[in-house]
C-alpha cells in the first residue's frame, strides 16, 4: 500500500428534509488501500459515497481527486475522473440483457468486442455472466456480478463498493477478495461499505466509522474484533444471540412439503425438483445455496406467488395449500419476507403506512365492509418503526426514501409483528449492520420461541448456523436432506452446494 494521496473530502455536508445525513465530514483514501466505510443504517454512508460518485452535490465542503478541489457534478464525469461505484441497490434496466446493460456505462464500442471483453473479464475473476440474458431473468447474486463486472470494465483508480457481497456465497467472496487485492496491488483504491465484519477485518486496511451523519472514529480492522468493531458502530455494547435450545420432536408440524415440482415462469429459470421438507412448531430450517439454484422459485411456489406447481403437495397448518393464493395462504397464518426489498417486498412510491396495509391487513383486519381503518394502519406502521429501529423521517415517508438496512428492517418487522405461526423468510438480514441484525435474529427467536415455525433461506453460513435447528442445501433446483445442526459443517455444506440432490425417503430424518 502506497501513501499517495488519491481522494480528500474535508468538511462535508449534506442534508435533506429532516435529516441531516453528513455532518462536517472528512475521509482520506490513498492509492493502493483497501478503506473501509462502516456505520449503522442511516450513519450516512451511502449518502457520502453517492457524492464521491456525483449522485448527489454536497451542501458543503470540498473534494480533493489526486490533490487538486474538484467538483464531481455527475457520475459520468466521475467515471471519467477514474471512479467507480458497484451500488447496494442494482442500477440494471430488468428490459435490458446483461451486455447492454454493460454498454450503458461503458464508450460506444463494438458490440462483439464488448461482449469479448466483458466474458473475459468475467471468466479471469470467476464471476460467470451470460451476455444475453434479460436481467428480469436473474437472481440477485447474478445481477450483484454484473454491476461489479460493469465496474471492473471501466478500469478505475477508485471503486466504492456499497455491499457487495451481501448476496455472495463464501467462495465467491473469496473470489472477490482476490481480485480487490489485485487491484490494491496495481496502486487502486477501494472504498468497502459492508456490515458483515469479519470481511473488513480480513480484508481492510483502514476503516472510518460514521454514526448519526457524523465521523466518530478511525481505526486498523486487523488490530479490532467484530464486536469491538459493531459497537463503535452504534456507540453501544451488543446483546450477542445464542441459537435455541432443540425443538420438541412431537410438536406440531406447521408446514409439510412433499415431492414438488415447479416450473420456473422466468425464461432461465430453475425448475424445482421432488422438493421435500417439514418444519415443525418451534423450529428453524435453514436452507443454503448458492444465489440462481431455484431460492426464488421456492418462495414462489410456498407463497402461493406463482400458481399451481406441476406436482407434490403443500400443507400450511394442517391445511392442503395447493391452489390457495397469497392471502388465503395468510389468512392460514404464514407470513413471506421475499429478497428483492424494492418491488417484490414493498412498492418505492407508496409510504410506509401504505406498505403496512398491503400485506398486513389479511391477518391484522385493517378492513372491514370495504372500509380501510387508516388510524389502525398508522399505528402499527409505527409500532414496527419504534420496535424495529427503523430511521425514517416518519411513517408518511416513501419506501424509496429508506435506506437499503432500514427498509429491510422495516420489511422484516412488518411481518414478524403480525406474530404468524409461519414466516417464511428469504435473506432476512440483507444489507442491515450487526446491530440490527441482531435484533432481526432476536426477533425470530422470540416468534420460535412462541411456537412458530421458521423457514429461513439465507446465503451468510454465519446466519444459517446461528439460527437454524437443522440445514438443508439448495442446488441445480433440488433440495438436500435436512441434517441436525450438530451433525454438518460449513465445509459440508459447500460440497452440497455444486451437486444434485436425489430424493430421499423420509429426507428430513436423515442423519450423518
Known sequence: MTEQGLLSLTGVCKSFPGCIANDNIDLDVAAGEIHA?????GAGKSTLVKIIYGVLRP????IRWQ???TRIENPAQARSLGIGMVFQHFSLFEAMTTLENIALALPPEDPEALRARLEET????GLALQPDRHVYDLSMGERQRIEIVRCLLQNPQLLILDEPTSVLTPQETEILFETLRTLSQESRAILYISHKLEEVRALCDRATILRGGRRV????PAQETTRSLAEKMIGKKIQQVSRQSPIDSGSSMLLAVSDLNVRSDLAHGVDLTDIRLEVRAGEVLGIAGIAGNGQIELMGALSGETGSPLAGSIRILGTDAIGLNPTARRSLGAVFVPEERIGHAAVADMTLVDNSYLTGDTRMKFSRRGLIDW????????????DFD???TGVDALASSLSGGNLQKFIVGREILQEPSLLVVSQPTWGVDAGAAAA???EIQRLVSAGAAVLMISQDLDEIFLLSHRIAVISQGTLSAAMPIDEITPEDIGLLMGIRHEVQPEADHVTA
Do not use: M
Request: charged share 20%; net charge negative; glycine share 8%.
Open 37 to 41: 466505510l462502516l456505520g449503522e443504517n
Open 59 to 62: 451542501d458543503q465542503g470540498n
Open 67 to 69: 490533490g487538486k478541489v
Open 122 to 125: 468475467a471468466s479471469a475473476y
Open 217 to 220: 472514529d478511525d481505526c486498523l
Open 375 to 386: 388510524p389502525a394502519v398508522t399505528r402499527y406502521t409505527q409500532n414496527v418503526v419504534q
Open 390 to 392: 427503523v430511521r425514517t
Open 440 to 442: 432481526i435474529h432476536e
